[in-house]
């Protein structure tokens, strides 16, 4: 029966190589790996099955994910991160789509626990501020939540820095010259909408500028809502000189709103985003922004999920990366 050392040898690659092609336990590159299968498949190797690895070493090398439901690509563009992370890691990735449905995602979470996933992900707004059953069931899995509201469990935490996002949003239209300034903000019961929103008042506040509730206008994420929330200002009597919204596709949305009423962006009104979604760049005017650390996000859940198993008795921890403001054309200077 062929070992790893003959495969090794025909393959011209050291033994450890093969070790990682055949389990996937690091990144080889394609060519390498395809010697390295080429010969497996020539001495007719045959690979232990991952059931039987994942009971030898009491884990299945694989993460579960569970995602909120919802058009924006943000979410997208972070799993790509976590999926990357867990492939260069050796591991597997299960993700679930909550529908936006709280019932599905407590049968999601505990669909993923009793598959024994070695750590799991949560990235829902769903439950946000309401206790999840079973977790107590399964005290040895580590968890990390993106993004969340106050959870009741222990748990490490990936987030962006949203209070210094909304702040650094609106100095920026500020530092362009504009004095009047509105807000579509996010979905208040959610603390990213709240920390955003917040940032852009102590903005205003710590410039001597007042604001003006008929331009601010609570909306959902989604394009419709920014569509809605700038029609809301416009129908007020009149429009402020910029607008930031809490996320690119309510800006989006405001975006074509403004076109509807014939308000020229940013020559009428300036409009600044946040994310910096990947279609940020293609839209006319392509939007100034907030970038939030998308990939890195999903790269730093998998890194902390690793070091909990790595150490299970360390604490908890929230990590927290920096948002940059980007510069393109939807921002006039005054």
């Given at each position: 029966m062929a070992t790893m050392k003959d495969i090794a040898k025909r393959a011209g690659v050291s033994t450890s190589t093969v070790s990682h092609?055949?389990?996937?336990?690091r990144y080889v590159s394609e060519a390498i790996a395809e010697k390295v299968n080429q010969a497996a498949k020539e001495l007719n190797y045959y690979a232990p099955s991952a059931l039987a690895r994942s009971l030898?070493?009491?884990?299945t090398k694989t993460f579960g994910m569970l995602v909120t439901t919802s058009t924006n690509p943000f979410f997208g563009e972070v799993v790509k991160g976590v999926e990357r992370s867990c492939y260069h890691n050796g591991y597997s990735l299960i993700l679930?789509?909550?529908?936006?449905?709280?019932?599905?995602?407590?049968a999601s979470i505990d669909t993923l626990l009793q598959k024994r996933v070695d750590g799991l992900i949560l990235m829902c707004s769903t439950l946000e501020g309401e206790r999840i059953?079973?977790?107590?069931?399964?005290?040895?899995?580590?968890?990390?939540?993106?993004?969340?509201?106050?959870?009741?469990?222990?748990?490490?935490?990936?987030?962006?820095?949203?209070?210094?996002?909304?702040?650094?949003?609106t100095q920026h239209l500020i530092d362009c010259g504009h004095r009047q300034i509105g807000c579509?903000?996010?979905?208040?019961?959610?603390?990213?909408?709240q920390r955003r929103f917040q940032g852009f008042k102590d903005a205003l506040r710590d410039a001597g500028l007042t604001e003006n509730a008929d331009w601010m206008v609570e909306a959902d994420f989604e394009c419709e809502g920014g569509y809605q929330g700038l029609q809301a200002i416009a129908a007020s009597g009149s429009l402020p000189s910029a607008i930031f919204a809490g996320n690119d596709m309510m800006a989006m949305g405001a975006i074509n709103a403004a076109?509807?009423?014939?308000?020229?962006?940013?020559?009428?009104?300036?409009?600044?985003?946040?994310?910096?979604?990947?279609?940020?760049?293609?839209?006319?005017?392509?939007?100034?922004?907030?970038h939030q650390p998308k990939y890195r996000l999903g790269q730093a859940a998998v890194e902390t999920l690793l070091h909990k198993l790595d150490d299970p008795q360390s604490d908890s921890q929230t990590v927290q990366l920096e948002p940059t403001l980007v510069v393109r054309e939807s921002v006039k200077r005054v």
């Amino acid at each position: 029966m062929a070992t790893m050392k003959d495969i090794a040898k025909r393959a011209g690659v050291s033994t450890s190589t093969v070790s990682h092609v055949i389990n996937n336990t690091r990144y080889v590159s394609e060519a390498i790996a395809e010697k390295v299968n080429q010969a497996a498949k020539e001495l007719n190797y045959y690979a232990p099955s991952a059931l039987a690895r994942s009971l030898k070493v009491n884990r299945t090398k694989t993460f579960g994910m569970l995602v909120t439901t919802s058009t924006n690509p943000f979410f997208g563009e972070v799993v790509k991160g976590v999926e990357r992370s867990c492939y260069h890691n050796g591991y597997s990735l299960i993700l679930c789509n909550t529908e936006g449905d709280a019932e599905r995602m407590r049968a999601s979470i505990d669909t993923l626990l009793q598959k024994r996933v070695d750590g799991l992900i949560l990235m829902c707004s769903t439950l946000e501020g309401e206790r999840i059953e079973g977790f107590d069931r399964y005290p040895d899995i580590p968890v990390v939540v993106m993004d969340w509201g106050p959870i009741d469990f222990a748990c490490d935490k990936i987030q962006d820095n949203s209070y210094q996002g909304g702040y650094l949003a609106t100095q920026h239209l500020i530092d362009c010259g504009h004095r009047q300034i509105g807000c579509i903000s996010g979905p208040l019961l959610k603390q990213q909408a709240q920390r955003r929103f917040q940032g852009f008042k102590d903005a205003l506040r710590d410039a001597g500028l007042t604001e003006n509730a008929d331009w601010m206008v609570e909306a959902d994420f989604e394009c419709e809502g920014g569509y809605q929330g700038l029609q809301a200002i416009a129908a007020s009597g009149s429009l402020p000189s910029a607008i930031f919204a809490g996320n690119d596709m309510m800006a989006m949305g405001a975006i074509n709103a403004a076109n509807a009423l014939g308000i020229r962006v940013p020559e009428d009104l300036s409009i600044m985003g946040y994310d910096d979604i990947h279609l940020a760049k293609f839209v006319s005017p392509s939007l100034t922004t907030i970038h939030q650390p998308k990939y890195r996000l999903g790269q730093a859940a998998v890194e902390t999920l690793l070091h909990k198993l790595d150490d299970p008795q360390s604490d908890s921890q929230t990590v927290q990366l920096e948002p940059t403001l980007v510069v393109r054309e939807s921002v006039k200077r005054v």
